[in-house]
Every structure is written in C-alpha cells, then in structure tokens.
C-alpha cells in the first residue's frame, strides 16, 4: 500500500528509537537507503552519524505508532530543509484513530481509538491519583 502512495523513493527515515527497525526493513522492501534522525542535546530532530539527504532525493518517513504525529512532522520537516521531497509516510499503529493531519499521504498497519480526557474530565485526577505517563519523552 505504501508503494502504491509513494511510487519508487531514494530513502526511507524514521525517527529513533521507536522506527528503528521497521523503517530498515521498509527501506529493504523498497530497495531504498535508510537513515533515522535522532533528538539532539537540546530535543531537536537532528540527522547525525553521518546522515543526509540530497536536493531532490524522494523519501518516506516511517514510524512505529503515531500519537499525535509530533515526531513525524519534525522528520518531514528535517528532510524538506535537506532538500527531499517527502512522498508519504506510515505507521505499524495509528493511536490518533486517524485524526493526525499530514499534508502528504499516510498509512497504517492498525488505527486504533484510544481514550484521553482533558485535566478536567480525567477520572484519575478527580480521585486525586498521580497520573504517570510512560514513554520515551521526558
């Protein structure tokens, strides 16, 4: 399906350490090169360890689940300011229930509808229970 969206690419991106693997083994499938971006000293997307792209090079940002598609938007936008041309993007798990809004297309192995409440209509907080959240964001 990813094909379909994108047609041939030059290089396939996902940001580390979540998109690691699967953003290799997409870029296996499609006969591209991988790279992977990685936060910085001070949290921004950075391409380091050597990594680029080239004015006009296609490319495909993939990840492992989309909450929000924070970090998939710092990836575009770091491989447009290269000079890439980003044709699509994918995910093993969609958790927005499809809500994020990219402006190239986006794909999916599962969207699912996960529950959220705002401070105010949180169950846990009216009960005065210290909400933890896991993840690899500080």
Known sequence: MLRQECGAVD???APA????IIGHEVARALGARF???ERDTDGKMALRRGFSVGEHETAV???DVITTGGSLREVIKLLRDGGAEVRAAGSIIDRSGGRVELDIPRVSL???QV???TPEEC???REG???VKPGSRK
Do not use: H, M
């Open 11 to 13: 290089v396939v991106a």
């Open 17 to 20: 350490v979540g998109g690691l």
């Open 35 to 37: 790279i992977f971006t």
């Open 61 to 63: 940002v993939i990840e």
């Open 110 to 112: 599962a969207v699912l």
């Open 115 to 117: 529950v959220s409440y």
């Open 123 to 125: 169950p846990l907080c």
């Open 129 to 131: 229970i210290a909400v």
